[in-house]
Antibody, heavy 122, light 104 residues
Framework: EVQLVESGGGLVQPGGSLRLSCAAS????????MTWVRQAPGKGLEWVSV???????YYADSVKGRFTISRDTSKSTLYLQMDSVRAEDTAVYYC????????????????WGKGTTVTVSS | EIVLTQSPGTLSLSPGERATLSCRAS???????LAWYQQKPGQAPRLLIY???SRATGIPDRFSGSGSGTDFTLTISRLEPEDSAVYYC?????FGLGTKVEIK
């Protein structure tokens, strides 16, 4: 069974740092397009970042320069390093697998974790 | 940047009725990258439709997607109580704000 389990969320002060983890089972992180999506309280979904199977990374403008997506192949784990956090980064953070058709990335997300909650507050 | 506008904001229907959810893009988009998700309270989103009209694994055939260009539609042919949720469309890296479906 394919499963994603996020961890690392919690309370962090504005300007602080946090690293989120997403442990994958049943899939190989390095062979997939892995994404982070967040959802602020009572709000909709917001795409945050993706790491392609080839290693390229992309970010939403709202987090560019502050967040870093990475992966550890040996641990089959995806990470999101969050630096210089702001109140508006408060959200549930989901990791998800990007969908492909015949190996081509189609941006949809077909496997989701349950999410980890990040609260930025002093 | 593409903006996705979903309508209506809320849809209140009875079991067995047909639900039609709209997702309109601010400019023409590729139908390959249009997806729909269902999200229930306290749960992660679940993929329903990808590539505009392909159902994800395990999704009942009462869910169907269609559209092209700037106008896309998710149809739930016969609503069931468990279909009560918020539905989001996605195009590439952009999500719509969602349509809440309430079952009377």
């Amino acid at each position: 069974e394919v499963q994603l389990v996020e961890s690392g969320g919690g309370l962090v002060q504005p300007g602080g740092s946090l690293r989120l983890s997403c442990a994958a089972s049943g899939l190989t992180v390095s062979s997939n397009y892995m994404t982070w999506v967040r959802q602020a309280p009572g709000k909709g979904l917001e795409w945050v970042s993706v790491i392609y199977s080839g290693g390229s990374t992309y970010y939403a403008d709202s987090v560019k320069g502050r967040f870093t997506i990475s992966r550890d192949t040996s641990k089959s784990t995806l990470y999101l390093q969050m630096d210089s956090v702001r109140a508006e980064d408060t959200a549930v953070y989901y990791c998800a697998r990007g969908g492909t058709i015949f190996g081509i990335y189609y941006y949809y997300m077909d496997v989701w974790g349950k999410g980890t909650t990040v609260t930025v507050s002093s | 940047e593409i903006v996705l506008t979903q309508s209506p904001g809320t849809l209140s229907l009875s079991p067995g009725e047909r639900a039609t959810l709209s997702c309109r893009a601010s400019q023409s988009v590729s139908s390959n990258y249009l997806a729909w998700y269902q999200q229930k309270p306290g749960q992660a989103p679940r993929l329903l439709i990808y590539g505009t009209s392909s159902r994800a694994t395990g999704i009942p055939d009462r869910f169907s997607g269609s559209g092209s260009g700037t106008d896309f539609t998710l149809t739930i042919s016969r609503l069931e109580p468990e279909d009560s949720a918020v539905y989001y469309c996605q195009q590439s890296r952009t999500f719509g704000l969602g349509t809440k479906v309430e079952i009377k």
